[in-house]
């Protein structure tokens, strides 16, 4: 793999990785809520999701995805269920004490953790897309699997990056929102993005 290669391979990256996405979302609700080291173990867990979709993608089960429209359509449908679900959940939260006193009923890390995962596991488009991207950066020529190491850690590095950089923003802004009210309208902001998101995936065709 040339640099070149991988120079335009990592501006892909970033590009995505920056956009709006499920993951942000996920990444700010947590951090505004739970502050920035516990909204590290859901950037963790966002991250481990994106290992497993490289994974996926580098044994064949991408291509499956991509063909298959019963394949893509079960994992659409569990996709869409869960982001509503989280919808639903942050929908139903009670407006917080204040900022200070978000930390002492935290959630725990282990579901941090699994809820950030299975955000990044069941979008299904993340897997059409790795399908659609990597074939045009690896060279059919050479060994694939360090290829496709090279690209998943890049991946993998930029977003978490970029999430830490959502991570600390969140807890910024936690600072101005201190009132039960302000608290209410945050979880239904961030209930209606994870709805939105939900939504658009829901409508998303097979292609």
């Known amino acids: 793999m040339t640099l070149e290669v991988w120079l335009a391979y990592l501006i892909?990256?970033?590009?995505?990785?920056?956009?709006?996405?499920?993951?942000?979302?996920?990444?700010?609700?947590?951090?505004?809520?739970?502050?920035?080291?516990?909204?590290?173990?859901?950037?963790?867990?966002?991250?481990?999701?994106?290992?497993?979709?490289?994974?996926?993608?580098?044994?064949?089960?991408?291509?499956?995805?991509?063909?298959?429209?019963?394949?893509?359509?079960?994992?659409?449908?569990?996709?869409?269920?869960?982001?509503?679900?989280?919808?639903?959940?942050?929908?139903?939260?009670?407006?917080?004490?204040?900022?200070?006193?978000v930390s002492t009923k935290p959630m725990p890390l282990s579901k941090l953790f699994s809820h950030a995962l299975l955000v990044n596991v069941t979008n299904p488009k993340s897997i059409v897309f790795l399908v659609a991207l990597l074939p045009q950066f690896i060279d059919p020529n050479a060994a694939q699997a360090p290829q496709f190491l090279i690209l998943g850690t890049t991946s993998v590095l930029v977003d978490m990056v970029v999430m830490v950089g959502y991570a600390l923003l969140a807890t910024r802004l936690a600072f101005f929102i201190r009132s039960e009210r302000h608290m209410r309208l945050q979880n239904r902001i961030f209930g209606g993005m994870f709805i939105g998101a939900g939504s658009l995936l829901a409508v998303a065709s097979h292609k």
């Open 12 to 101: 892909a990256g970033i590009i995505l990785s920056v956009s709006p996405g499920a993951g942000a979302v996920n990444t700010m609700s947590n951090g505004m809520n739970y502050g920035f080291k516990r909204a590290l173990v859901s950037i963790v867990g966002l991250q481990v999701g994106l290992i497993l979709l490289f994974v996926l993608v580098a044994i064949g089960l991408g291509a499956l995805v991509a063909q298959s429209a019963l394949a893509f359509n079960i994992i659409k449908w569990v996709g869409v269920g869960y982001l509503i679900y989280l919808g639903v959940m942050k929908f139903r939260e009670q407006g917080a004490m204040d900022v200070a006193q």
